[in-house]
């Protein structure tokens, strides 16, 4: 009995917590209606200017920046150029130590000279050797030349002149042979009647041998000539022959060796072109010692002194251009079809309270993060100050649409359920109810499209008091 006393005190207890709200409404709305000056504060439409934007954030970043890092490992002998300090598109910034790679430049250039020296001498050596090859030949087929004739006379045997000119000696030396023997048997008779001496005897004598002689040889030649050769002779002419073909044949054989040369040169010349790419690879190994930086900017870090080891791929300066600053961030896959380059974007930047920047949406990256479905987009700074740094975090607002000339009221007079809305227009101190098609809108006014016109007063606090055609007091 007790625990039933209990439970129906419990449902009572709760029944007046749920209707002590409801029966307050009843009397406030009795209330209201007994009460005919509602007070509300009210605000003017007005004819303005108003834009949509996208509201997104991100990071300030640099287009041209650089981590400079050596190409060979050195030791660091010199940096001239410290944070903040301003740098010229090729300026050495850091500087390492090349006693070590000029003597690799001093080697290399010596065995360039030496490369050369070889090339010159092979293509010397070619070229005269060509020279003499030729001259052989020439002179190898001279000999063959000469070899035929040799034969060919000896085979055709005397000819028809020299046979007469042997003949025309012959008779000469006939003639001189009667002669000298008519006076010989002349002169026997007066040297033997003791009228000649003997001395010019003995002269006579010697003339008529000697006639003789020269008649025998002309006689001998005349035989020879008309025999023609021998077969031996003929054997002779023709081994010559051969043998000066065969010399010809040895001189033309040189003329492979050209190609022998030609192989020397090609080994020569590759030898001058790995020389100078040695001694290429060592300039560039000591111009690689000069870390340069490629782009006019600012020294936004220095990661090595003077004395320190450094390596590739170790950053030794980070440099940055203030001058190509753009904004980044990101847009839901929603958002990304109401946006296209060149519209303007108001940046601000929360370390630089007050500001805003202008700057204009430049490059919309063509593919979504795969996990966040968001896309990348791109705003250039149009006007930079020195106190805007990469890095810093950034909100941006793209316009993607402007109204001119358009009604604007309060967002604070604004009455929504679901996708309707409504405002209170006061006139003659009575509050109409009248719906509204809203358009753009802020954080702080709405554009009305339809339903307003410019100069209602509209309530913008107290709507909740309210209900259509009852009256109110404006207490702004």
């Known amino acids: 009995m007790r625990r039933r006393v209990i439970v129906l005190l419990s449902l009572i207890l709760l029944a007046a917590i749920i209707l002590t709200p409801a029966i307050r409404g009843v009397f ?128 055709a045997g005397a000819r028809t002149q020299e046979i007469a000119q042997a003949q025309t000696q012959v008779d000469s030396a006939k003639a001189n042979f009667k002669n000298a023997e008519i006076t010989l048997e002349r002169m026997r008779g007066l040297y033997s009647d003791g009228a000649l001496a003997k001395q010019q005897m003995d002269l006579i004598q010697l003339q008529y041998d000697v006639a003789s002689s020269q008649y025998e040889a002309a006689k001998q030649q005349l035989s020879l000539v008309k025999a023609g050769a021998r077969a031996e002779e003929i054997e002779g002419a023709q081994t010559q022959a051969d043998e000066a073909k065969q010399g010809l044949k040895i001189a033309r054989s040189n003329r492979a060796n050209t190609a022998l040369r030609e192989e020397d040169i090609k080994s020569a010349k590759a030898g001058v072109a790995q020389a100078e790419a040695a001694l290429a690879l060592a300039k560039q190994m000591c111009a690689d010692a000069y870390i340069r930086s490629p782009i006019a900017g600012t020294v936004a870090r220095r990661y090595t002194e003077p004395g320190q080891m450094a390596n590739p791929g170790m950053p030794v300066m980070d440099i940055v251009a203030l001058d190509s600053l753009y904004f980044e961030a990101v847009l839901s896959e929603i958002d990304v079809s109401k946006v296209k380059t060149g519209q303007p974007v108001e940046i601000t930047v929360d370390a630089l309270p007050g500001r805003t920047f202008d700057g204009v949406l430049t490059k919309i990256l063509p593919t979504a993060d795969p996990r966040s479905r968001q896309f990348t987009v791109r705003m250039e700074v149009s006007s930079k100050t020195a106190r805007l740094r990469p890095g810093m975090f950034a909100r941006g607002k793209i316009r993607i649409a402007r109204h001119d000339n358009t009604v604007i009221i309060p967002k604070d007079a604004l009455i929504t359920s679901g996708k309707n809305a409504a405002v209170y227009i006061i006139k003659n101190s009575t509050a109409t109810l009248k719906p509204i098609t809203a358009g753009f809108e802020t954080r702080e006014e709405v554009e009305a499209l339809s339903g307003v016109q410019a100069g209602d007063e509209l309530v913008k606090s107290g709507q909740d008091k309210l209900s259509d055609g009852v009256k109110v007091h404006v207490a702004n």
Do not use: W
């Open 28 to 155: 406030r709305g009795h209330e209201s209606s007994k009460d005919p000056d509602i007070l509300v504060q009210t605000a003017v439409a007005r004819v303005g200017r108003m834009d949509s934007f996208i509201e997104v954030s991100g990071d300030i970043k640099a287009l041209h920046s650089v981590s400079l890092s050596p190409q060979i490992p050195g030791h660091v002998v010199a940096v001239p150029y410290r944070e903040g300090d301003a740098v010229r598109a090729g300026d050495v910034v850091v500087r390492q130590d090349t006693a070590d790679m000029m003597a690799q430049v001093r080697q290399a250039e010596a065995g360039l000279a030496v490369a050369k020296s070889r090339l010159s001498q092979a293509m010397t050596a070619a070229r005269l050797s060509d020279t003499q090859v030729e001259a052989g030949i020439a002179q190898a087929r001279a000999a063959v030349e000469g070899a035929n004739a040799r034969v060919h006379m000896v085979k």
